[in-house]
């Protein structure tokens, strides 16, 4: 009878915590939706393809990061993995600094792979946040940034996350971790960082020919190293999933003007990035939220 009650106690906070998480991620994104302005644009059939495409592929690299990674540990199929990423993006959607991904992960794997599963999501996001960085770095050097910010701001900043890079890597829990990371195989760790960097150069180009199917009269060796100084300076904002485009906007606002590219345009093209970088994938992933039962967490490796 108690085992009953336990059950049909945790039943109901899985469902309340289901439909907290489904209706705060609807309501923010619908309200995201009917309060920008958002001038749709007339796109011809066959960019809309490409546009998809390129949101297809971005995911496809995702999902792949993931089951690599957690293939280390506890071997999953592309379609285990699929619906992992995707709901807990859809957590992550109403959480700062996409924490909630954190935490979502973990329902899918049993409790003595947690530690593991956080470990292996740092690492995922750590390796995408490395490649942001080099890219930026590299917008840098090429742009010679002369307006945006000068030199000795530039040299100060980066001495700056040198030295909190440092001081966190001596911190004792975080050397822990990083002594997991130095078991992961080499191998892999080379497929994270080449899936990474393939990533970021899809929506880093599918960004640039928003900007270009919009009207920016610019050209891709011009736009493409502004959209890497954009993406590195955005990263270190703290934010809400749910306003990545009006973070992405606000810098890009700053970074794009440097080329007199108009304001409406700039917006235009980040609120478009969100919807089909995150909106969309946090709506599919709200069926799988959806679907979650308990039963579902991995019990063996190689059953999915």
């Known amino acids: 009878m108690d085992k009953l009650k336990t059950l049909q106690n ?13 209706s ?3 309501h923010l994104i619908y309200s995201k939706i009917t309060h920008f302005h958002f001038s749709a644009p007339s796109f011809q059939i066959n960019e809309l393809v490409l546009l998809i495409g390129l949101t297809l592929g971005n995911w496809s690299l995702e999902i792949v990061k993931w089951r690599t990674l957690v293939s280390s540990i506890n071997p999953i199929s592309f379609h285990t993995a699929a619906i992992q990423s995707l709901a807990a993006h859809t957590v992550s959607v109403i959480t700062p600094n996409k924490m909630g991904e954190y935490g979502a992960k973990l329902f899918f794997f049993k409790p003595v ?16 946040l490395l490649v942001t960085v080099l890219f930026g770095c590299f917008g840098f050097y090429y742009y010679r940034p002369t307006k945006i910010i ?13 030295l909190i890079t440092v001081s966190i890597y001596f911190s004792k829990k ?22 990474s960097s393939l990533r970021y150069l899809l929506f880093s180009f599918q960004y640039v020919y928003l900007l270009k199917l919009l009207g920016t009269p610019n050209t891709f060796t011009t736009l493409f190293p502004l959209v890497c100084v954009m993406y590195f300076t955005a990263s270190f904002i703290p934010s809400f999933a749910i306003t990545d ?20 345009i700039i917006l235009t093209t980040a609120f478009a990035m969100w919807l089909l970088n995150f909106a969309f994938p946090a709506l599919i992933g709200s069926f799988f939220v959806a679907k979650y039962k308990p039963q579902n967490n991995l019990q063996d490796a190689g059953n999915s």
Do not use: C, M, W
């Open 10 to 22: 945790n039943t109901f906070v899985i469902y309340l915590v289901k439909t907290s998480i489904l």
């Open 24 to 26: 705060a991620a609807f």
């Open 113 to 128: 792979l947690h530690k593991k599963i956080i470990s292996l999501t740092l690492l995922s996001n750590g390796y995408q």
């Open 150 to 162: 000068d030199s000795q701001f530039l040299l100060i900043a980066i001495l700056a996350i040198g």
């Open 174 to 195: 975080i050397k822990k971790l990083f002594e997991y990371f130095t078991t992961i195989h080499r191998i892999t760790q080379l497929k994270l960082f080449v899936l």
């Open 245 to 264: 485009f009006a973070i992405k906007g606000s810098v890009a606002l700053l970074i794009f003007s440097e080329i007199h590219i108009p304001n409406n």
